[in-house]
């Protein structure tokens, strides 16, 4: 569900930062005081809400309605942890992990459902919502996982196929050959190594080291190409702090410039509204 309120449309780290503290159980009006020093919340204020600031009744909002989807979304993903560090086979663990976090959020629903009177009150209606929401990230990842599997799958018979039409070619090979025996022993050769390759009796080290450098070659591509988007991306969120900084700043200096001698916390500078004038030279 998205939601359409001032602190709803902080920057996600503010968020992050704001539900911790309410976990921590940091009081309302110090939260909103924190929250309105911050230069980011000043920008999304002044940019989406007119410059007004954030009040305890948004606040109190955002507990009643985001805060608690963050809590169940911590909640699922602490329980899948607890699921795959308890695991005797982490691998086996991991590759089970949607499986388990479907389990966790039907609990979830029967628990909730178990705990029902029977009102559909506004408390019951958000944690309904609240589950909607892990149900509907839990589905993405099941599907992907069975996406994931069905290919494997397919590759395999693929490859058994292959390995089926390989033999079925040398046979028909030898049959054809019987009155050379020089030819006939060739391929009872080829039949000898191809089991052994199969059987895990032997193993084509050239073939290995190959597809070994091949993977190595792919994985420093992909790693360099990892870290380039990287620094694109720091240095973007740099250049766009930095002019996000310099807005406010110039917004703080023409108030300090229309209100001289004032202290611009103290007179709210960032829900100020200027001049017509100084509002079209900006």
Known sequence: M???????????AV???????????????RLVDWLNSLPEVQQVLTDQFDGRG?????????????????QARREMLESAKELAEEGQDIQASLEGLTKHLGTVVAARYAQLLNDWNGEVDEGFMKKLKALRLLCHDVAVLRRADLKAERLELEKKQFENAQRCDEAKSLEFCLSESKEYPEVAEAFQQVFRLQREYMEGKRKNETYLAQEQKRWEEAEEISRKAYFEKRRLEDEAKEKEQQEQAARIQARKDRWSAAHPGQDPQAGKWWAWVPEEAMVESE
């Open 15 to 29: 968020r992050d930062q704001l539900n911790k503290n309410l976990t921590d159980g940091v009081s309302g009006v």
């Open 2 to 12: 998205s939601r359409t309120g001032k602190i709803a449309r902080l920057p996600k």
């Open 54 to 70: 954030i009040n305890e009744v948004n606040l109190s909002e955002w507990k009643a309605g985001g805060y608690l989807d963050w």
